[in-house]
């Protein structure tokens, strides 16, 4: 039936016919908030490139994880600063690297706060880049055995999940293997299935100091441009033993996230990276949209397209703000 029988603006009328059909609720329930762990004591400092966000040491990331913890939010996804770098990008498999000592300073304060651990080796690497160079390049098969064992070395200092974010073909199952064969088949992975070479992660980049040396990460992370072969790369991956796939960024690629979803009953998590996180500060902060309400069309937007889990700098201000609501 068309119009006049029709008239669609009927369920618009009020705050409250508006709930009653809505399909999309975020909740505090789909959060995952990424923290960022520097080596040292007693240190908190602004990151001056993303906004509201903090350079954290081990001994002060439990209180944080304190602070999400009470706010609902489910899960916190950890990144590391080396205070030294190599070739090889050693402290990433360190017992007492920041992110291992994080871990065990979370899990101290929340046990029940779930941690998930973003495993690569770009932060750790004197040229920056997320695996091992051979003849000038990032040599895939060296990098998987490394990766399994930062992935172990995770485990071990008591995380969840482990969430793998280099690109690697063949990661997923060495790292999977590695935790099998020391009894941590019960620590999950959550994949950075399809990671695309976005122009997003600058803002990132600097936070974490991550950028690489030479070159980009072309030769591992995903053509912006290709859709079909993310099925390719998140099936994969689920084969492979993914107990959840990813798929980053989050807004430029909602179409993937629709698909993936179509396709895949594994969850999927979206991450909405720090690029898209600085456009929607700044633009606020220049008075060209209002924050509050931006941030929440844009996460519901992602769960809208398909996403179980969205990872986001918004989640501890979504949290309040549902809270609130
Ligand atoms: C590490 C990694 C990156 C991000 C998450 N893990 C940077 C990159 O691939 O260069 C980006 C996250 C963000 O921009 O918020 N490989």
């Known amino acids: 039936m068309a119009y006049p029988?029709?008239?669609?603006?009927?369920?618009?009328?009020?705050?409250?016919i508006r709930r009653l059909v809505r399909q999309t609720e975020l909740s505090v329930n789909d959060l995952v908030y990424p923290l960022f762990v520097k080596a040292g004591k007693a240190l908190s400092s602004p990151i001056p490139s993303m906004a509201d966000c903090m350079h954290l040491s081990p001994d002060l990331v439990g209180q944080e994880a304190k602070r999400v913890c009470e706010l609902g939010i489910p899960a916190v996804l950890l990144f590391g600063l080396a205070s030294k770098k190599d070739p090889a990008g050693s402290q990433a498999w360190d017992p007492d690297g920041p992110v291992q000592q994080a871990i065990r300073s979370i899990k101290a304060v929340t046990p029940d706060l779930v941690v998930i651990t973003d495993v690569c080796l770009c932060g750790y690497t004197d040229h920056g880049h997320c695996g091992l160079i051979k003849d000038g390049k990032v040599d895939n098969d060296s990098t998987c055995q490394v990766l399994a064992k930062v992935a172990l070395s995770h485990a071990q200092a008591g995380a969840d999940i482990v969430a793998p974010s280099d690109m690697m073909d063949g990661g997923v199952s060495a790292i999977r293997q590695a935790l099998d064969r020391n009894g941590f088949q019960d620590?999950?992975?959550?994949?950075?299935?399809?990671?695309?070479?976005?122009?997003?992660?600058?803002?990132?980049?600097?936070a974490a100091d991550s950028a690489p040396a030479f070159g980009d990460r072309k030769t591992y992370q995903m053509d912006p441009a290709s859709a079909d072969q993310a099925m390719v790369e998140i099936a994969?991956?689920?084969?492979?033993?993914?107990?959840?796939?990813?798929?980053?960024?989050?807004?430029?690629?909602?179409?993937?996230?629709?698909?993936?979803?179509?396709?895949?009953?594994?969850p999927i998590a979206a991450?909405?990276?720090?690029?898209?996180?600085?456009?929607?500060?700044?633009?606020?902060?220049?008075?060209?949209?209002?924050?509050?309400?931006?941030?929440?069309?844009?996460?519901?937007?992602?769960?809208?397209?398909?996403?179980?889990?969205?990872?986001?700098?918004?989640?501890?201000?979504?949290?309040?703000?549902?809270?609130?609501?």
């Open 5 to 16: 029988q029709t008239r669609l603006r009927r369920l618009r009328a009020s705050d409250g």
């Open 271 to 325: 991450y909405n990276v720090s690029g898209e996180y600085m456009m929607i500060h700044s633009a606020a902060k220049a008075g060209l949209l209002e924050l509050e309400p931006a941030m929440l069309e844009v996460c519901t937007a992602i769960k809208r397209a398909g996403a179980d889990i969205i990872i986001t700098y918004f989640a501890k201000s979504i949290a309040s703000i549902i809270r609130k609501t």
């Open 187 to 206: 620590v999950a992975i959550m994949s950075y299935a399809a990671k695309f070479a976005s122009a997003f992660y600058g803002p990132f980049r600097d």
């Open 236 to 266: 994969l991956d689920i084969q492979e033993g993914a107990d959840i796939v990813m798929i980053k960024p989050a807004l430029p690629y909602l179409d993937i996230i629709y698909r993936a979803r179509q396709r895949f009953d594994c």
